[in-house]
């Protein structure tokens, strides 16, 4: 029996800075750039452009297609389907730098006293 882990996710179209998606049905396993099923819609960021095929949209998650995350955000914001959002990903968190006070407690300075600095007579 073959089967297939099919998924729906967005292929990156257009030129530099002018970003445009498909809305594509692929394999799971397939690179984003390459093959695809069939294609759903279109989403285009800066103009705010959504078109895509509700009907074979929902016949694909019926047959049960799995959904990227973002493609998931995407549905749910322009209520195609019913449910939250879901942490599409995460940005690394820079490391902490070491609080000021602490760096000067950790370095004592040895004071000398005024009547140490005079000459013994």
Known sequence: MNTKMLTIRLQ?????????FRIVLAEKTF?????FQEILGTY???KKAFKVNEERVKYWISQHAGLSATVHNLF???NLMEGGKVKA????????EAPVQAAESAAPVAEVSPQAESPAA
């Open 89 to 96: 990903f995460s940005t690394p968190k820079k490391p902490a």
């Open 31 to 35: 690179s984003v750039s390459k093959k």
């Open 44 to 46: 285009n960021p800066h």
């Open 76 to 78: 749910v914001s322009k």
């Open 12 to 20: 990156r179209t257009g030129k530099k800075k002018q970003a445009d």
